[in-house]
């Protein structure tokens, strides 16, 4: 191999360091936030995302499978190195977070990485909700009944009335990926009332937050639109010190 000539300056290396670094530690069925992660965060210069899927038993999307997989959280999250330069993490599943709750996986989180700030999906929908100044919901979902109810509990225990709520009883993420954004929006639209101030669609699973689909359907509905993804992103941001507004992905994003 032939040395270029000593003569040739080269310029010295110049170091870009992020602004933020976020670690998502995904279930390992999701597919969904592969693609709508990097594209969310790609609007906000200088932040990174890295992900990470824990360790399942099984596919089925049930409480028995989230409370065997617990323990895997800290095992994923301190997976990626340099942990030192991770600002926030948290988990990137919706229905996982409110099984175990907030202690629990916080708890996982922190003994992986304590220096950074810890949120999770469920925490993020319930924070978004209160940011947006929001009481009384519509709410769908695509999980079984047991975890339906669990979503729309934990949303009651922090006084967030459901006043409607839809869920289309899938078992497993390997159909809720598959479900089209135009069955969402369609459901979004059944399930809406006049007398809720904003609309949910909960599990990161759904392709919810898909470029411009939020907007979309905010702009039809005439109300704030939260998706577990868009919420869980949005938290993980501001936790991190990120406040950029953006448009795009709802009135969360755009000022908030």
């Given amino acids: 191999m032939q040395r270029v000539a000593a003569s040739v300056a080269f310029p010295s290396i110049a170091f870009e360091h992020p602004r933020a670094v976020l670690l998502a530690v995904q279930i390992p069925t999701d597919t969904v ?68 709750g907030p202690d629990q996986v916080n708890k996982q989180l922190r003994s992986a990485c304590p220096h950074a700030k810890t949120t999770d999906m469920a925490t993020a929908q319930v924070a978004a909700l209160a940011e947006l100044g929001v009481e009384r919901v519509a ?16 949303l ?16 497993h993420d390997s159909m809720t990926d598959k479900v089209s954004t135009a069955t969402i929006k369609g459901w979004a639209l059944a399930v809406d009332t006049e ?15 898909q470029p411009g689909f939020i ?6 509905i005439g109300k704030p639109v939260v998706t577990s993804t868009q919420a869980f992103l949005w938290k993980l941001l501001r936790v991190a010190g990120i406040r950029d507004q953006i448009s795009g992905y709802g009135t969360l994003f755009a000022k908030h």
């Fill in 139 to 154: 709410l769908v979902t695509p999980y079984i009944q047991e975890l339906a109810d669990k979503n729309a509990a934990m």
């Fill in 215 to 220: 907007d979309e359907l905010e702009a039809v």
């Fill in 33 to 100: 936030l592969d693609s709508e992660g990097p594209a969310l965060i790609a609007k906000f210069p200088g932040v990174w995302l890295r992900m990470q899927k824990l360790a399942f038993e099984t596919e089925a999307i049930t409480p028995d499978t989230y409370e065997r997989a617990a323990q895997n959280i800290a095992a994923a999250a301190a997976m990626p190195l340099p942990q030192s330069e991770i600002t926030a993490i948290g988990l990137s599943c919706t229905s996982m977070g409110f099984v175990l």
């Fill in 156 to 171: 009651e225990k922090v006084g967030i009335t459901v006043v409607a709520h839809e869920t289309m009883g899938l078992t």
């Fill in 195 to 209: 007398e809720a101030q904003a609309l949910v669609i909960g599990c990161s699973a759904m392709r919810a937050c």
